[in-house]
């Protein structure tokens, strides 16, 4: 069964510090993951995309790797600033005629002062 | 900038009303989507067309249907609203294949009473 799972569920950060979330998904066949930021009560927005043969991706401070040897991938957010509070999402795309996209259940960040 | 709009974003029904939520993209994109968001499931696909007046089931389309008349609208019906349905519901496009970006729209925060 195709699944994306993300870790940790939420998370409460120091404005100014690092953080890193991570996804693993079980998807065949792979054909490209997606990090997506949704503000509350908003839509999700795009932040990357990575294919199969892309290992890093970077987007100002967001920087997303991938190792499709372990099916893993990691949202590393640098100097946290009070905006970045939101839910990450990672989504995988199915390859092939499917075109489907599998949605982990996102990982929600608040950045306090 | 693609531009993703939808008709309302908060909307209160009372059971057994019709509903209709409506979506628009301004990049002359083939395909759109129709998805609902609760909280711990993610985003599930109802919907989607990848053409004027084609549609496809996604994971859970049973109390739904859609309807395209034009490239750029795509609205979701809700034939006889119930208190099940209550959910944030999200409208998407993409250009093509499950490579390309997908936008979301604002979204819908539907409440059934």
């Known amino acids: 069964k195709n699944q994306v799972e993300q870790s940790p569920q939420s998370l409460i950060i120091l404005e100014g510090k690092n953080c890193t979330l991570q996804?693993?998904?079980?998807?065949?066949?792979?054909?490209?993951l997606r990090w997506y930021k949704q503000d509350t009560g908003r839509g999700p927005v795009s932040l990357t995309i990575?294919?199969?043969?892309?290992n890093t991706k970077s987007n100002g401070r967001y920087t997303a790797t991938l190792d499709a040897d372990t099916k893993q991938s990691s949202l590393h957010i640098t100097a946290s600033q009070l905006s970045d509070s939101a839910s990450y999402i990672c989504?995988?795309?199915?390859?092939?005629?499917?075109?489907?996209?599998?949605f982990g259940t996102g990982t929600l960040l608040a950045v306090q002062p | 900038d693609v531009k993703v709009t939808q008709s309302s974003r908060y909307l209160v029904k009372r059971t057994g009303e019709k509903v209709f939520l409506e979506c628009v993209q301004d990049?002359?994109?083939?395909?759109m989507f129709w998805y609902r968001q609760d909280p711990g499931l993610g985003l599930r696909l109802i919907y989607f067309?990848?053409?004027?007046?084609?549609?496809e089931k996604g994971d859970i389309p049973e109390g739904y249907s859609v309807s395209r008349e034009k490239k750029e609208r795509f609205s979701l019906i809700l034939e006889s609203a119930s208190t099940n349905q209550t959910s944030m519901y999200l409208c998407?496009?993409?250009?093509?294949?499950?490579?390309?970006?997908?936008?979301f729209g604002p979204g819908t925060r539907l409440t059934v009473t």
């Open positions: 990049m002359d994109h083939e395909n």
């Open positions: 996804c693993n998904y079980t998807v065949s066949p792979f054909s490209n």
């Open positions: 989504v995988v795309s199915v390859g092939g005629a499917t075109n489907k996209l599998i």
């Open positions: 990575m294919t199969f043969s892309e």
């Open positions: 998407a496009s993409r250009p093509g294949t499950s490579v390309y970006e997908q936008y």
């Open positions: 067309s990848y053409d004027v007046k084609m549609k």
